[in-house]
């Protein structure tokens, strides 16, 4: 692995109705652990996960947790029915747990269409910013295994449990979402203070000792989580607001709100979840050092391609939680994504969001049953594929397998339905050496010539669908 510093912000990332902007940290420090550095190795083989915001939020079809944080954010904006008042606001929201029954819940169901689909590992939210654990925390009863959830009733109350042994069991990798900020436990959002932002709403330098709660609280959440649920592959840490001082880039606007110390020691919790976890990916957001094990834009993909390890967390919708109506891309766009991502050297992790009875959208299974479709056919462009110049050019994007000796090349077109050219017409590497031209979906022979670094391939009238894929042999 190549050891690479990012002298500047390389992405800026647009963020979408309900995304939150984060940036690439400025500076990227590899792993020396080398179960760490072989399991990051195996994570970039897979190329396509899924992502799931879930929670007691769901009943109201609304920006997961951000509505109890008091920002002026056009997309946290609270809705007058569901309180008057900030504080009646919260008290609402906080009740959600006391009717939160998503009888629905069905992880197999959820695991066979993301496998039919090609994706490879699942990334789910254990717990949001609201602090409500979807998992069977002994540190707080705001959980849905508490007395207080209808749905702790349930055989499959611990969702995490029954997630995570599902996606396991089907030879998925297995991800934790965690947010390190929690507002909803008073060593966090002490409530002798009033919350003003996302931050901690005290001096952890001036009260200390409540400071020390929060860390020992966290700790022992990430320790439940990786020594109680199987094997999790990747530590996923979210709120990057919550880190050392000395840590935050002034140049970035949401990390100049952060006016007070809050390192939580993610040295201690790092070591800690390394040692329940041998060679576990830790991903602690935007902050550069020994645990951002990789990079991850959100509701973007980066222009360039990037030679550090990366992943794209992108919605199938618009929002990251459940509303209702959302609107769903088409499984054309997702494919150019998927291109787009893999070309440059990343990962896509595409989240749908489980409403309030605990299971997707029709049209997100419908989305899914269309990609595993073009998967079959072209599954071994996407999969254990790294970059390769040229990388992009009009049209055209290139992956190689890991040896070199295959290179795929992705035709795009403009439009609602893919339409390909009479003759595929692209520039291969100079020293790749042309011995086999397939075009993927097609059985039959293919006629193609070469003109110095252009080769022609003409297409084969076969039924292509969202992207064609023309795969070259090495000779």
């Not at 009717?99 to 090609?118: M, S």
């Not at 400071?211 to 109680?228: A, G, R």
């Not at 086999?436 to 979906?441: D, F, I």
Request: with cysteine; glycine share 6%.
């Amino acid at each position: 692995m190549k050891t690479t510093i990012l002298t500047a912000l390389l992405i800026v990332y647009s963020y979408f109705s309900f995304a939150q902007a984060h940036n690439v940290s400025a500076g990227y420090q590899p792993p020396n652990d080398p179960l760490v550095v072989e399991n990051l190795e195996a994570w970039q083989d897979l190329k396509f996960g899924l992502f799931m915001h879930w929670g007691t939020y769901s009943q109201w079809g609304i920006v997961e947790s951000w509505s109890l944080c008091p920002e002026d954010e056009g997309w946290t904006q609270r809705r007058a029915e569901h309180g008057k008042t900030y504080y009646e606001y919260v008290k609402n929201y906080e009740n959600l747990q006391k009717t939160f029954n998503p009888t629905d819940f069905n992880p197999q169901k959820w695991a066979d269409a993301a496998k039919a689909a090609g994706m490879k590992y699942v990334v789910f939210t254990t717990k949001h910013h609201d602090g409500f654990a979807m998992f069977d925390t002994k540190e707080s009863d705001y959980k849905i295994t508490s007395p207080n959830t209808p749905f702790s009733e349930h055989p499959k109350a611990d969702v995490t449990k029954e997630i995570f042994r599902t996606f396991r069991n089907e030879g998925f990798k297995i991800g934790a979402y965690f947010s390190k900020p929690d507002w909803h436990t008073e060593y966090y959002w002490w409530p002798y203070f009033p919350p003003k932002d996302r931050n901690v709403n005290y001096d952890p330098v001036k009260y200390p000792e409540r400071w020390e709660k929060y860390k020992q609280f966290t700790y022992n959440q990430i320790n439940e989580l990786t020594s109680n649920y199987g094997r999790v592959d990747i530590l996923w840490l979210d709120g990057g607001w919550v880190r050392p001082f000395h840590t935050i880039d002034q140049s970035v606007e949401w990390q100049r709100t952060i006016k007070v110390e809050q390192d939580i020691d993610m040295d201690r919790i790092g070591a800690m979840a390394r040692r329940n976890q041998p060679g576990i990916i830790v991903v602690d957001r935007t902050v550069p050092g020994n645990w951002e094990n990789y990079v991850t834009p959100e509701q973007a993909v980066p222009e360039h391609p990037l030679d550090i390890p990366w992943e794209s967390c992108i919605t199938m919708g618009n929002s990251f939680s459940y509303v209702p109506g959302d609107d769903y891309k088409p499984a054309k766009k997702i494919v150019e994504t998927l291109v787009k991502i893999i070309s440059r050297g990343g990962n896509y992790l595409l989240n749908i969001a489980p409403g309030s009875n605990g299971d997707f959208d029709q049209a997100a299974y419908d989305r899914l049953r269309d990609l595993s479709a073009w998967i079959d056919v072209n599954g071994s462009a996407v999969f254990a594929t790294r970059a390769v110049a040229p990388y992009h050019e009009g049209d055209y994007y290139y992956t190689r397998s890991k040896d070199g000796k295959v290179l795929n090349v992705f035709h795009l077109a403009e439009g609602n339905a893919y339409t390909a050219p009479a003759t595929f017409a692209f520039t291969v590497p100079a020293d790749f050496q042309v011995k086999e031209v397939k075009v993927l979906g097609h059985k039959g022979k293919i006629r193609w010539s070469k003109n110095g670094d252009k080769l022609s391939v003409q297409n084969p009238n076969a039924v292509l669908n969202y992207a064609a894929v023309i795969q070259l042999e090495r000779r």
